[in-house]
């Protein structure tokens, strides 16, 4: 029945599936006509049966939730061991990107340089924009830096105002103390509804 | 039948797969959004990022990385990352958790948030959370019994839309409580964002119809189906209200009243197929057979795997039947025959190819994730294996099928990552340890030569010496080597003169050194400020070279003793892990071996019921012709 259970938003398109009964539609045709469409209706629903699937999809389901489960644990695991060996805590230094701008300034890439050497240039996608838009904070780099001083530069390029095109840098000298450092890249236009202002900040 | 993982689609008929995808990040993306509540901020605005790894979960799960995101925010929970965020990210957790099929996890966490004290805000969604997956797993009274701990009269302005999903969830409950009357109460009452006031309207106009208020029902979806529309969304709804009135009407026998809501849906939408099959049968129902070959011939042409086309292949001749043109009835209903045979074959080539795993094969190598990867097998060459795939896909247990085992397959790539990356680490720990031993006798010696402590105990000792010198005013004590030397030789030759006989040549000798002595400690005396700057000076120069070694020295006695812990202790953790990459891997590959088995069984029942479809279609044309060929006079067989 077409006018039968309720919708939400998301099962709208429901009805492109086709749920034909044929032998409702064809009431008009002979009686010779329905008598076939009916004795094949049985016949449907015979062989459905026949077809049913033999294992229990749950216990499949819940043998993909364990599984899924167990990946993930051993997901965590392997990173820290990964973060472990290759970048330890005296030397690890982490720099992340958020963006907060309206209509100022539209991202295209960043390329980041530590001593001027670049060590990360990524080119967004649509749905990292929007990510980033709804509160997404991006890891942009990861890597190893000696205590001492470094000069850190990040050069954003994108559409700026009108969509002319935008390139702009930002740079701070850090410190690099024995623990792990983090730097964020904020792209923003809170200051000016106009502008956009790039800074690079230092989490303690 | 598997769980349901929408946010919103949370019954059990099919859903279109953008949809749901769609459905889960909305109502995913309101459990983060809704966290200042005391700012009173919009809940469709995040609030402000305040811990870098809550942001980091954000962006992975803004994008549908489940599994990163909840990977990362695990990790970040271990780790105490989360100083602001940790309550809401609990929630999160949960949600995402029932976003990636872990029902169970779900489950057991939103049941631990209602254990803590938590704001309202946050238990209310975590009842809701447990309502909702109690009423897809077909348990409407435990989806009452968790909605019934949420005020949903409370409509405070922070909580706005959130009360707004859970009283549509509220209405969908009471109806498959069979409470139609509950429900038409429900949806009536809703309030919510003007964008989801459609479908409650029309959910409300089915609980109308449900609880035997046909017409107020009828009068709502009519509305409903007439207000204009501005997005692709609205139209769809608009279209799929009045399909629902026209076939309503058209069962109800009301052909006549059936037909001007068929001529609203649109021509070019997913629906138009089927709409143009009820516009047919509502003019044949009304003996218009002219009239119905008019929506029953535009279908004629189009997708042959489309089941309303396929019902307009009988329409069609029968129209012309209807109207005593047997010839072309004759014609079309042999036309429809032979389709109907391409069709039988093309669905039995579609399932020895699923016998072949060829379906399987395409839905892990379809690239993309998410929402793009259903645009890429929408996009997919049309061969036997993926003519009905799109189809099949709009069929939720399919669908979900599918889900789990693109998952299974994205677990098995990640494991097979970490396979060849803890190879790596085995190589890198040993080469590391190669390399230590190689170089640490020599580094040892080094260190050993490297005396900087003797250097900070000369430059001591000269202070200790210049501060004597300048309290003593001891002018000699800053001679230089040479003048040093010269005194030295100085006092050997008085030395010597003293020791020889009393002589005028003697007592020349005697002047003269004395006047070189005294030439020479007036020389230095009268340098003797100079001097003493400059000692104090080089003095000073040398200290921050000195503590620059001093620090280098120590680093490099430190660097020496820490330098084992880059791969003491690794080895045997990473053997561990490898191991327990290799079994998960084993469990995987058997997991995704039976998932496959799985979807090929819903496919080939699909299919099937297919085949069989067209087959009894089939006989219905051949039976048709043989009438119509016995009402025209023709011997079986002629040609028209």
């Known amino acids: ?204 | 039948m598997p769980h349901q993982r929408t946010a919103k689609g949370i019954f059990a008929s099919p859903l279109h797969s953008l949809c749901l995808a769609a459905a889960l990040y909305g109502a995913l993306a309101s459990i983060c959004a809704q966290v200042d509540s005391a700012s009173q901020k919009p809940n469709d605005m995040p609030g402000e990022v305040q811990d870098l790894a809550y942001g980091e979960v954000l962006f992975d799960f803004y994008q549908e990385n489940y599994f990163d995101a909840i990977s990362r925010l695990q990790q970040a929970q271990a780790q105490g990352e989360l100083n602001y965020h940790a309550k809401e990210s609990e929630l999160l957790l949960g949600g995402m958790s029932l976003a990636y099929g872990l029902d169970r996890d779900a489950t057991q966490r939103f049941n631990a948030l209602l254990n803590e004290t938590v704001r309202p805000e946050v238990r209310d969604r975590a009842w809701y959370y447990l309502g909702r997956m109690a009423f897809q797993k077909g348990r409407p009274a435990d989806a009452a019994a968790a909605l019934a701990h949420i005020d949903l009269q409370d409509d405070s302005r922070a909580l706005r839309k959130q009360r707004a999903e859970q009283r549509m969830l509220f209405g969908h409950v009471q109806l498959a409580q069979g409470n139609a009357a509950a429900a038409v109460q429900a949806f009536s009452d809703w309030k919510g964002p003007a964008d989801e006031r459609d479908y409650a309207d029309y959910n409300l106009g089915i609980a109308m119809l449900e609880s035997g208020q046909v017409d107020a029902g009828l009068k709502q979806l009519d509305k409903l189906g007439e207000r204009p529309a501005d997005n692709d969304e609205q139209y769809a709804l608009r279209d799929k209200t009045n399909l629902a009135l026209g076939y309503r009407l058209l069962q109800a026998g009301k052909a006549a009243q059936a037909r001007p809501y068929f001529d609203r849906v649109r021509l070019q939408g997913p629906l138009s197929s089927r709409a143009l099959l009820g516009a047919g049968w509502a003019d044949a129902e009304q003996e218009q057979f002219k009239q119905a070959l008019i929506p029953w011939l535009e279908l004629h042409g189009r997708d042959s795997r489309d089941l309303a086309t396929q019902e307009s292949w009988l329409a069609v001749p029968y129209a012309y039947a209807q109207l005593g043109a047997e010839a072309r009835a004759v014609e079309l209903y042999q036309a429809a025959i032979m389709a109907f045979s391409d069709e039988a074959r093309a669905l039995d080539q579609a399932i020895a190819a699923l016998d072949q795993g060829r379906l399987i094969e395409t839905l892990l190598t379809a690239e993309g994730s998410g929402r793009s990867w259903f645009w890429q097998v929408a996009q997919l060459p049309t061969t036997p294996e993926t003519r009905y795939l799109i189809d099949m896909l709009a069929g939720h247990r399919f669908q979900e099928a599918v889900k789990n085992l693109r998952d299974l397959q994205d677990l098995r790539n990640r494991l097979q990552v970490w396979a060849d990356k803890t190879e790596t680490f085995e190589h890198m720990v040993e080469t590391r340890r190669l390399r230590y031993a190689a170089a640490a006798p020599r580094l040892h010696d080094d260190l050993q030569r490297l005396d900087v402590d003797t250097l900070t105990a000369r430059h001591e000792s000269l202070g200790t010496e210049l501060q004597q010198i300048t309290a003593n005013n001891d002018a000699n004590g800053l001679m230089t080597s040479q003048e040093r030397l010269t005194w030295a030789q100085l006092e050997f030759i008085s030395a010597r003169l003293a020791r020889l006989p009393d002589s005028q040549q003697v007592r020349d000798l005697r002047d003269k050194q004395a006047r070189l002595r005294g030439l020479l400690l007036w020389e230095v005396e009268a340098d003797y400020k100079a001097r003493l700057r400059m000692a104090k000076k080089n003095l000073r120069e040398t200290e921050a070279p000195l503590r620059e070694a001093n620090s280098l020295a120590a680093r490099a006695q430190s660097a020496f003793a820490t330098a084992p812990a880059a791969f003491e202790g690794f080895d045997q953790r990473i053997v561990e892990m490898r191991e327990r990459v290799r079994n998960s891997q084993t469990k995987v590959d058997s997991t995704l071996a039976a998932q496959g088995a799985w979807i090929t069984r819903l496919a080939q029942a699909d299919l099937t019921l297919r085949k069989q479809r067209v087959d009894a279609y089939l006989v219905q044309a051949r039976f048709a012709l043989a009438q119509t060929y016995d009402k025209a006079g023709l011997p079986a067989g002629a040609a028209p």
């Open chain 1, 1 to 204: 029945m077409y006018a039968s259970g309720c919708l939400c938003k998301t099962q709208l398109s429901e009805a492109i599936k086709m749920t034909t009964k044929p032998t409702q539609r064809y009431r008009c045709l002979t009686q010779a006509w329905r008598g076939v469409a009916i004795a094949m209706l049985l016949c449907l629903s015979c062989s459905v049966h026949a077809t049913e699937a033999p294992q229990s999809p749950q216990a499949l389901d819940g043998q993909i939730q364990d599984l899924k489960q167990e990946v993930l644990k051993l997901n965590r695991e392997l990173f820290a061991l990964e973060e472990e060996l290759l970048f330890p805590a005296n030397t690890q230094i982490s720099v992340f990107l958020s963006l907060d701008v309206g209509g100022t300034f539209a991202l295209d890439s960043v390329e980041l340089k530590i001593d001027d050497k670049v060590v990360t240039h990524y080119l967004y996608t649509e749905r990292e924009l929007a990510a980033f838009k709804r509160g997404g904070v991006q890891r942009l780099h990861m890597g190893n830096l000696k205590a001492g001083k470094h000069e850190v530069v990040a050069l954003f390029v994108g559409r700026g105002p009108e969509g002319r095109d935008y390139r702009r840098g930002a740079n701070l000298v850090v410190d690099k103390g024995l623990g792990p450092a983090f730097l964020e890249l904020k792209i923003t236009d809170k200051a000016s509804k106009h502008q956009p202002e790039f800074v690079i900040k230092e989490w303690e």
